[in-house]
């Protein structure tokens, strides 16, 4: 089985860094504050659809999107692992999982935020994200990953807290996990109707643990 994990809201709990960051990006460009229910009610991919909410123009987005990338980096030292993270990553490992993050976050920053979190270090067989700080989507990197590495879909489960990674994982043909607490409300996540809506990453730990054991 491979594992495709989400990184922001998923594995780290960065929603309150992110909010913060938004408003002091949004202040120094003479945009209105948001909330964080707000946020969480509103987020969505492409995130250019989402700062077109809060009306933010075309023409200020690429620099918004970059100065709040900068920020977001320059503070991420605050953000903490998701609760259940570390031990869900390592139960999957000791099972023999493959594990795979997939992430529309610009992939040399992914992949240094990973290695600030020394107990997820090896633990994962590929981080793949963009190229860019524009986060539009990351549908096509799963969608490439399968086809580089001949991984079956069926044997794939993302795990995610958006309805991005619900349509990411529909159209690769794989199941789909969400979990509560992350970039997008309890009510949006349900309206993704090819995923299951859990909880806690533990729920989606013992779900997959009963299923290995029943097949074994």
Known sequence: MTILWDWNGTLVADVPHVVRMNNQTLARFGYRPTSEA???????????????????????????????????VDGFDCVPLNQGATEAVRRFREAGYKQVIISASQ???????????????????????????????????????????GDRAEDCVFLGDTTHDAETAKTIGC??????????????????????????????????????????
Request: aromatic share 10%; with cysteine.
């Open 107 to 149: 992939v040399d920053q992914l992949r240094k935020q990973v290695m600030h979190f020394p107990e997820l270090r090896g633990m994962f067989d590929e981080v793949l994200g963009l190229d860019n700080q524009l986060a539009v989507s990351k549908v096509h990197l799963a969608v490439e990953y399968l086809k580089r590495t």
């Open 175 to 216: 199941r789909c996990f969400l979990i509560e607490g992350g970039h997008q409300e309890t009510q949006v996540l349900r309206t993704a109707p090819n995923a299951t809506v859990l909880s806690t990453l533990m729920e989606a730990v013992h779900l997959l643990e009963r299923e290995n054991g029943s097949r074994g």
């Open 38 to 72: 707000e946020y969480r009610a509103k987020f969505r991919h492409p995130v250019q659809d989402y700062y077109r909410d809060l009306g933010v123009t075309d023409e200020d987005f690429p620099r918004i999107a970059k100065a709040w990338n900068q920020a977001y």
